[in-house]
């Protein structure tokens, strides 16, 4: 596709519940992040990828938030026994070059809401 | 520590006004880069603008303008004639030379027709 494509672009989950959220960057794209912004608030960094490596995860709240991007294309942010607080828009954006802090190209979100 | 700090929330001009959005930023580092972000209801960042610290120049695209004074560790963004496309949250961001992005909280810009 021509933009970052994220999946699903709503989310509903029940407290305890894992819930996976996929981010599709552009082709070619080398670095992708992955945000979590919350109601009012600006995107926060939770952890970086280029290609399939993850270079930094220091953004990752806790141990039950883990990101994977297996084939350096494709990746999936996983939240295991999902508490209200996570509950925020989650962003995706992929960049083509290895710098952390280029011009990046962000999705349209996942909008998580735990309940 | 970093910080980027937009004290304005909220804005609301009619149609074709001026409107300045302030932007305060701190860090230790002398090599560091600001960035300027549009997030329009569909929810999506739009990239605006990327500066790096030793480009004081100001800079002037369109409608758009940015006022970059290290002295105020300030980096203004001007719209000029604005519209009510225009509509959305502005984001004023930070990175050091090497490090990840830090976001300000936003201002929310509202343009009356």
């Known amino acids: 596709g021509a933009g970052v494509s994220q999946s699903p672009r709503y989310k509903v989950a029940k407290r305890g519940q894992d819930v996976a959220l996929r981010c599709d960057p552009i082709s070619g794209h080398v670095s992708l992040f992955w945000y979590q912004q919350a109601l009012g608030q600006g995107p926060e960094f939770l952890t970086y990828?280029?290609?399939?490596?993850?270079?930094?995860k220091s953004g990752l709240p806790s141990d039950r938030f883990f990101a994977e991007r297996p084939e350096g294309s494709v990746s999936t942010l996983k939240i295991q026994r999902t508490q209200q607080e996570d509950s925020a828009v989650y962003l995706c954006?992929?960049?083509?070059?290895?710098?952390?802090?280029?011009?990046?190209?962000f999705g349209q979100g996942t909008r998580l809401t735990v309940v | 520590a970093q910080k980027v700090t937009q004290a304005q929330t909220e804005i609301s001009v009619v149609e074709k006004e001026d409107v300045t959005l302030d932007c305060v930023y701190e860090?230790?580092?002398?090599?560091?880069?600001l960035f300027w972000y549009k997030q329009p209801p569909s929810g999506e960042l739009v990239f605006l603008i990327r500066?790096?610290?030793?480009?004081?120049q100001n800079e002037i695209s369109g409608r758009y303008s940015w006022n970059f004074q290290k002295s105020t560790s300030s980096f203004n963004f001007t719209i000029t004639a604005s519209q009510v496309v225009d509509s959305a949250v502005y984001f004023c961001a930070l990175s050091d030379w090497d490090d990840k992005i830090i976001f300000g909280k936003g201002t929310r810009l509202h343009i009356l027709p």
């Open positions: 990828f280029q290609n399939e490596a993850q270079l930094d």
């Open positions: 860090t230790r580092d002398t090599t560091y880069y």
């Open positions: 500066r790096n610290s030793f480009d004081e």
């Open positions: 954006a992929s960049s083509f070059t290895t710098d952390m802090n280029t011009e990046a190209f």
